[in-house]
């Protein structure tokens, strides 16, 4: 098995595949509404994956998939108008636009958890990601379940210091 892309998050021990920015652990009586759904905005450019994932994660009781697009445009107004707990988006980091993207959908549902899905994450990129607003940053290579449990822990967090 080769070894991880990313290292340990040193900010939160319950990260363990990505890197998390200014977060922190709810206490049990801040914790996200026992019996609720959350509530999922997915943008992702390749048709078959956004497809897979989007079913995998409609199939699960704790998730609700309220919106998937590969369109940036759309990606915009799906974030203003659903106001999603969690926004997780791959965006090509190959394109100069990809940090401004993050932050237009960051200021499009500014309460929405944003959180970017690559297959990129070297430290230039997880930096601009992060001053753009995003949440935290995972590594696709992680697999569906380790995905599920990194979304679970972040949506259990509150805005720190």
């Given amino acids: 098995m080769a070894p991880p892309v990313s290292e340990h998050c ?12 200014g977060m922190r652990m709810r206490d049990s009586r801040g914790g996200k509404v026992t019996g609720q759904k959350a509530r999922i905005l997915l943008i992702e450019g390749r048709d078959d994956v956004r497809q897979a994932l989007s079913g995998r994660l409609r199939g699960l009781d704790d998730f609700d998939v309220v919106g998937d697009t590969g369109s940036q445009t759309r990606a915009l107004d799906l974030a203003a108008r659903l106001t999603p707990d969690l926004i997780l988006a791959d965006f090509a980091t190959s394109a100069p636009y990809a940090a401004e993207l993050c932050a237009r959908i960051r200021q499009a549902s500014p309460a929405s958890r944003l959180v970017v899905f690559t297959a990129f994450a ?12 995003a949440t935290a ?6 697999g569906f379940g380790h995905l599920v449990d990194e979304l679970r822990t972040l949506l259990s967090l509150d805005a720190g210091e």
Avoid: M, Q, W
């Avoid at 040193?10 to 998390?20: C, I, M, T």
């Avoid at 070297?122 to 607003?133: I, M, N, S």
């Avoid at 940053?137 to 992680?142: H, R, S």
């Fill in 10 to 21: 040193p900010n939160h021990s319950g990260l363990d595949r990505g890197y998390l920015f």
């Fill in 122 to 133: 070297d430290a230039e990129t997880r930096v601009r990601y992060e001053r753009a607003g």
């Fill in 137 to 142: 940053c995972l590594l696709k290579d992680i």
